[in-house]
């Protein structure tokens, strides 16, 4: 299932979620550069500088060491794949959710999900050698954002390509959709389907998007009530 776009129109516009949108996409186009002409040295050196010193090791954060990079690994991705399928995620889904919070408050929302995504990924590790294995990408904190959407809108639709035998495009409400993609996140952490990718940060993102959702909401109809202008009787 490819999610194409959501029918819930956001009634603001959603800078933050450009802004993360471009923050993303252009921290991607050294690699990008790199795999496209992989003999040129200069692009080589600098993004060999640029992931050695921003992917996070679990190994380091656990000796208290290279702590920036809990939140600079949520901004850097491994190939075009990964970053299409997370800013995918984040173009349909964020604009709601910051439109709920608001600007400022959906940054903070967004960076503290990545940051229990991150901490959900470390203590996951049993084996010594996991963790010296660097993490990247955005998809924690997305998770959370995600966590949010289908508490807040369970029943806005969906428009997805279903790609079984032949293609076609349907609508399916939020909770089936979200709902789906954890219990898809839950079974492959269950079977221990690995394959590269930090399944326990896409949960603890998504969990910590569920929780968190309830104080950032209450927040902000708090902030409303408080600058509303008075109404004459």
């Keep these: 299932m490819i999610p194409i776009r959501d029918e819930n129109r956001s009634q603001t516009t959603p800078h933050v979620t450009r802004i993360l949108l471009i923050i993303n996409l252009a921290l991607f186009i050294p690699l990008l550069s790199y795999l496209l002409w992989p003999r040129n040295l200069t692009v080589f050196q600098f993004v060999e500088s640029l992931y050695s010193n921003f992917m996070m090791v679990p190994a380091d954060i656990l000796e208290g060491r290279n702590l920036h990079t809990l939140f600079t690994s949520m901004f850097l991705h491994a190939d075009i794949f990964h970053v299409g399928g997370n800013m995918l995620f984040l173009y349909i889904f964020g604009d709601n959710v910051e439109d709920a919070f608001g600007h400022y408050r959906f940054l903070l929302f967004y960076l503290t999900c990545g940051l229990v995504a991150d901490f959900a990924h470390i203590f996951s590790l049993t084996a010594p050698n996991e963790l010296i294995i660097p993490t990247l990408g955005a998809s924690g904190a997305i998770s959370g954002v995600m966590g949010a ?62 929780i968190f959702v309830f104080a950032f909401r209450k927040a902000r109809a708090m902030k409303r009530v408080k600058f509303a202008k008075p109404r004459a009787s």
């Design 149 to 210: 959407y289908i508490v807040m809108y369970p029943r806005a639709k969906i428009l997805t390509l279903m790609l079984f035998r032949i293609a076609y495009i349907v609508a399916i409400p939020a909770a089936i959709f979200l709902g789906f993609w954890f219990l898809l996140q839950v079974l492959y952490t269950s079977l221990g389907i690995g394959g590269g990718v930090a399944y326990w940060a896409h949960i603890g993102g998504f969990v910590s998007g569920v």
